[in-house]
């Protein structure tokens, strides 16, 4: 077991290497650097906390920080909302984003996952009202698509985000197109690590590429469970 686990970390650190080189080499390499945090409240409601910190220019430049609150709820068994606050933080602005969106789980044979996700989002920087009216604010609808085969603890997925501007010339309502693999593995219960390879494409005047190296640790935990689990600890504590 151990000698699968120091295999894969060591494939890991050949292909983060390989990046490092190529960003060396190629401006437009990004590395996302991220977390998630998510805890199960009760049988409908889950919420998800993502910090993340993103590099470009070849991998080598700050770009920003991004903070993430998404509160979920479960309509049906496969079927999802969400709502989520994120803040970009970079070295001399603050952007902010309100997404709104409804998700699609379903499970095949051989377990293999599919996921569709329909989402609307808008940018600002500002909540003034003021600024609302003097500048327009970004609508976007996003399609993100997913389909992933999952081997005991590791899984494999490819990814589909497209999105489309709203409030834009007809020229120019295709915005982004994103895609890419991802690799997960669960190395303790609760526990996993992520690696996906993601090529970004904008689109607007001229078409502008990134290439996306994306790290994420994700914690899954119930927090009823968690909470019972403290109390209980406490109470042994001062029997003791």
Not at 54 to 65: A, L, V
């Amino acid at each position: 077991m151990m000698m699968m686990i120091n295999r894969g970390i060591f494939a890991l650190y050949i292909i983060f290497q390989s990046y490092l080189a190529i960003g060396q080499q190629i401006d437009d390499q990004q590395l996302w650097l991220n977390m998630n945090l998510k805890s199960e409240i009760n049988n409908r409601w889950s919420i998800v906390i993502s910090p993340e910190i993103r590099y470009d220019k070849g991998m080598q430049g700050f770009k920003n920080f991004n903070f993430q609150i998404e509160p979920t709820f479960r309509i049906i068994k496969d079927l999802f909302a969400d709502i989520s606050y994120r803040i970009y933080t970079n070295r001399t602005t603050d952007d902010y984003r309100i997404q709104m969106g409804l998700t699609y789980k379903s499970k095949f044979n051989n377990n293999i996952r599919w996921n569709s996700r329909l989402s609307y989002y808008f940018d600002t920087k500002t909540f003034d009202s003021d600024y609302f009216n003097e500048y327009p604010v970004e609508r976007v609808l996003r399609i993100r698509n997913s389909v992933s085969k999952q081997i005991k603890k590791f899984s494999f997925a490819a990814i589909s985000d497209l999105r489309f501007r709203i409030n834009a010339n007809n020229a120019e309502n295709f915005n982004t197109n994103r895609y890419g693999i991802t690799f997960e593995y669960e190395f303790h219960k609760g526990h996993s690590f992520q690696l996906s390879n993601l090529i970004n494409t904008k689109y607007s005047k001229t078409s502008k590429t990134d290439y996306i190296l994306s790290l994420n640790y994700s914690y899954e935990f119930k927090l009823r469970k968690l909470l019972k689990t403290i109390k209980k600890k406490s109470r042994q504590m001062k029997i003791s």
